[in-house]
């Protein structure tokens, strides 16, 4: 296929728009196979790269084709506005520096602290989970915030307030999106910034007041490496971008990748009860694999990627089969269609955790979070936060949806968060009694 025979979908319209990239990608390659161009602005066309061979196209160019967009949810734009980056420059040497070598030589401690406020998390997740709850998302932010914020900032700043702020930090990176570069320089201007921008202070003030010599946390680690001459005023500015990006690279502080896990155990108990008896038979605590809940974890971020889409940008001419694509163009691979294509997955919308049941049978094609050292990073970070809380949860409750739940609530919006359409409410018991040798029989 030469570069002029390759198929054109015409996304530039109110309608395309309004629907989110990933039905418009999901449409385009339905009708025009794995190789088409998205005519989104009148400026610029994206080359949609699906199937296999995308992911080796990657693979074997990684290194000429850079992020353009580091986050799904967002720009490096956006981001850098948003907080800021008062380390560095002049500054870097002397505090930049320091921040960069405590965040390294405390890593293993770091994991350790991850480990305990998880553990906490899904403890606490339990004693909310009650009777009947309105919406499971919400317990499940909660839990987000209690296993990832609590050990970067800790816990001075109130769990629900903090879960509003994210949701505030997520439309402000909606609203921004298409705007001007004047509004890039000059964010102060918008309400939108100083209220978000707002928020980020004050949960970076509220820890570095509470904080205290020797906490497990990694604010607390920080302060311990800062001039002590700064004030408040000026630690909250050099604290605010890095603590910030430390959470936004977890990439699951919304709670949707342990919210989708719930939704479908509720739907198969038989996993649920694997999970429970796996844990029984074990010890909840217990060092070691725990194949079942691993396995439900892997098919959760199969069916909801943390990057449903990711682009790139060539940094030269590049051929992908018969078409050339060009220098400086933008190409979007999506983990979505990937993990959704009956070419490589047997009944690929059906939520099966036997499919990841063998250990490290790992298809080629199934990269929720992209590819190389970073993404595994993210991956195996993930997996140990969905599989750690599902057999704290598991062995402890049966759950399942409220009979009143709508089914359309139970399918996300296809943007780039994958949200579920409404509210969806969830109910509790708990377990009598341990269970044992319990068959994968759900689906």
Not at 79 to 100: C, E, F, K
Not at 253 to 260: K, S, V
């Amino acid at each position: 296929m030469g570069m002029q025979a390759c198929p054109v979908f015409d996304a530039n319209s109110d309608l395309y728009r309004s629907v989110g990239v990933l039905k418009v990608i999901e449409t385009a390659s339905r009708k025009h196979g794995d190789i088409v161009i998205l005519h989104t602005r009148d400026d610029r066309d994206t080359y949609l790269l699906n199937g296999e061979q995308s992911v080796r196209f990657w693979m074997d160019h990684a290194a000429l084709l850079p992020s353009e967009i580091i986050d799904a949810r967002s720009s490096p734009a956006t981001t850098h506005v948003l907080l800021g980056d008062r380390a560095q420059g002049a500054s870097w040497a002397q505090i930049g520096i320091p921040l960069r070598r405590k965040l390294t030589t405390r890593a293993s401690d770091i994991e350790q602290w991850f480990d305990e406020t998880l553990e906490g998390a899904a403890t606490k997740f339990l004693d909310e989970a009650q009777a009947s709850v309105p919406d499971l998302l919400h317990l499940c932010r909660l839990w987000s915030v209690r296993s990832l914020c609590h050990t970067i900032f800790g816990t001075a700043f109130p769990d629900a307030d903090f879960v509003e702020g994210l949701i505030q930090v997520q439309l402000f990176h909606r609203f921004m999106y298409g705007k001007t570069t004047a509004a890039l320089q000059e964010p102060e201007a918008l309400q939108e910034f100083r209220e978000t921008r707002a928020f980020l202070d004050r949960v970076v003030r509220a820890g570095i007041v509470s904080a205290q010599p020797g906490d497990r946390t990694i604010l607390a680690a920080f302060l311990e490496a800062m001039p002590t001459d700064l004030d408040l005023e000026a630690q909250t500015d050099h604290l605010r971008p890095v603590l910030f990006r430390i959470l936004f690279e977890k990439l699951s502080f919304n709670g949707l990748n342990l919210f989708w896990a719930l939704v479908h155990l509720a739907q198969n108990p038989g996993i649920a009860a694997a999970i429970a008896a796996e844990a029984s038979a074990q010890g909840v605590n217990a060092a070691g694999a725990y194949p079942s809940s691993v396995a439900a974890a892997k098919e959760t971020l199969r069916l909801y990627p943390e990057y449903s889409f990711i682009y790139r940008r060539t940094q030269q001419n590049l051929q992908f089969g018969e078409l050339a694509i060009p220098s400086q163009s933008t190409i979007l691979i999506s983990p979505w269609l990937l993990h959704r294509d009956e070419r490589y997955w047997e009944n690929p919308t059906h939520f099966d955790s036997q499919r990841f049941a063998a250990e490290g049978d790992t298809p080629s094609c199934y990269l929720p979070f992209g590819i190389g050292p970073k993404a595994l990073k993210q991956r195996n970070f993930a997996l140990r936060q969905i599989a750690v809380s599902l057999r704290t949860i598991c062995a402890a409750i049966e759950f399942e949806l409220s009979p009143g739940c709508p089914p359309g609530n139970l399918r996300p919006f296809l943007r780039s968060e994958l949200a579920p359409r409404g509210a969806v409410p969830f109910v509790f018991k708990r377990r009598l009694e341990p269970i044992h040798n319990i068959e994968l029989t759900g689906r």
